[in-house]
């Protein structure tokens, strides 16, 4: 099993920056990626960012590309999203989730194995 923990949100005001961070525990040799997926009410959780842990790949969406950054320390075990300009459309929570089937298939919220507790991030306008 591999546990995550997000950390880093909360309330800002447009135009600010926030870092998120996801701590993973537990047998994570098992990890090939990780990634960031957002939801607000209402609707479906879509993904943000992911990054690969043994190579350098990233993913992105297009609407935060150029704001958003996705990292890794894998001596921490733990992957970042750095977030700037953000806008009242970011506002969200936000889910660290793990891949453990070395899927490539980043976008699909079903290709990840574990998730986090969500953390939430609001962006005042």
């Known amino acids: 099993q591999v546990q995550l923990v997000e950390s880093g949100g909360g309330l800002v005001q447009a135009g600010g920056s926030l870092r998120l961070s996801c701590a993973a525990s537990g047998d994570t040799s098992r990890v090939s990626a990780m990634g960031w997926f957002r939801q607000t009410p209402g609707k479906s959780r879509e993904f943000v960012a992911a990054v690969s842990w043994g190579a350098d790949d990233t993913a992105v969406r297009d609407s935060v590309k150029g704001r958003f950054t996705i990292s890794r320390d894998n001596a921490k075990n733990t992957v970042y999203l750095q977030m700037n300009s953000l806008k009242p459309e970011d506002t969200a929570i936000y889910y660290c989730?793990?891949?453990?089937?070395?899927?490539?298939?980043?976008?699909?919220?079903?290709?990840?194995?574990?998730w986090g507790q969500g953390t939430q991030v609001t962006v005042s306008s």
């Open positions: 989730a793990a891949i453990r089937t070395n899927s490539r298939n980043y976008y699909n919220e079903y290709a990840y194995s574990y």
